[in-house]
């Protein structure tokens, strides 16, 4: 297949790239660099650097590649960050890409699968999240997903575009070529491996007085090899409609017990301090993955958070200054 992915020097867009291109497809990244990494598109891969806003640019990337699929990653991730400054959110993650969206109908292209996030349930009412469960979030990072949900719907009923919205639980790990780095770095996995290595004083804890059995917050972490190997099997799969899926290993990880498993993988000790809550945290997300599991099959291959890290740890070795090595 031709795909076209935005987002595809980023850290889960390169490796879906990597994924795509092992499993045959042809793939042109669509990137603007502000916070991808040129160096971690994969060489097979075309680049393209442009905006989803710029309908133009699009248009005629979508004739030249013959583009018959996209998947849309490009999008700004910190919630925290969304909660102080919610317009640069809503204006990148909501309003661009409609511009993306418009080019696509103009040109034909059909197959669409939207980078979502768990962030749009807000606060889990059950032990495990299902698609079904209320949409409230608590962040303005979720909210920008759940408006662009809801407006894929409408270009579904519309224009005819068919979509799978996967909602990403914590995508963590590595491949052997490409991991992750952000500037600024303000997930978990990679900043106690940057602790580790010495690259930071120590790792903060947001808040040690939740309603969990060490007082920290649970998360549910995925390898980004797995996560990737969902968007090939979604991309076959609109072949039957619209759908929305969890990816996660219906597993929940606290922020100490992450601590203690990269201090195990590493052999390395490493300062913890313990702060406040961050607005917008929830207590508790873990994925029920039923959905994907029983419609097309899917099966996490790396569900061990060790192994998650000791992949993340490998790359970070090769690569103590990111792309920058």
């Not at 080019?103 to 939207?114: H, K, Q, S, T, Y």
């Amino acid at each position: 297949m031709k795909v076209l992915i935005t987002g595809g020097a980023g850290y889960i867009g390169s490796i879906v790239t990597e994924v795509c291109l092992e499993s045959g497809d042809e793939v042109t990244v669509y990137d603007n660099l502000s916070t991808g990494h040129r160096e971690a598109v994969h060489p097979d891969a075309r680049l393209v650097i442009g905006d989803v806003a710029d309908e133009e640019l699009l248009m005629g990337t979508f004739k030249k590649d013959k583009t018959e699929a996209v998947i849309h990653m490009a999008g700004f991730i910190e919630a925290g960050e969304s909660m102080q400054n919610p317009g640069k959110y809503f204006r990148n993650n909501t309003c661009r890409p409609l511009g993306l969206l418009e080019a696509m109908v103009a040109a034909g292209v059909e197959r669409f699968l939207f980078s979502s996030t768990a962030a749009i349930y807000g606060d889990p009412t059950t032990d495990l999240l299902e698609e079904s469960h209320p949409q409230n979030p608590t962040n303005a990072y979720g909210e920008s997903k759940m408006l662009f949900e809801r407006m894929l719907d409408w270009y579904e009923r519309i224009h005819g575009i068919r979509h799978a919205a996967l909602r990403y639980f914590n995508a963590a790990g590595a491949s052997a070529e490409r991991g992750e780095d952000h500037h600024p770095e303000s997930h978990l996995i990679p900043l106690v491996l940057k602790a580790a290595l010495g690259q930071l004083p120590g790792v903060e804890i947001y808040g040690t007085d939740y309603p969990t059995a060490d007082g920290t917050c649970i998360r549910d972490y995925i390898h980004v090899r797995d996560l990737a190997q969902a968007h090939l099997l979604a991309l076959r799969g609109l072949d039957g409609g619209c759908f929305h899926y969890n990816l996660g290993n219906g597993k929940g990880y606290s922020v100490r017990e992450v601590i203690d498993t990269a201090r195990a993988v590493t052999g390395i000790d490493f300062e913890v301090r313990e702060g406040g809550r961050r607005h917008g945290d929830p207590v508790v997300l873990v994925a029920s993955s039923d959905r994907i599991i029983a419609d097309l099959g899917w099966q996490p291959r790396h569900p061990s958070l060790t192994d998650i890290v000791a992949s993340a740890w490998k790359w970070h070795q090769s690569h103590p200054r990111g792309y920058a090595d």
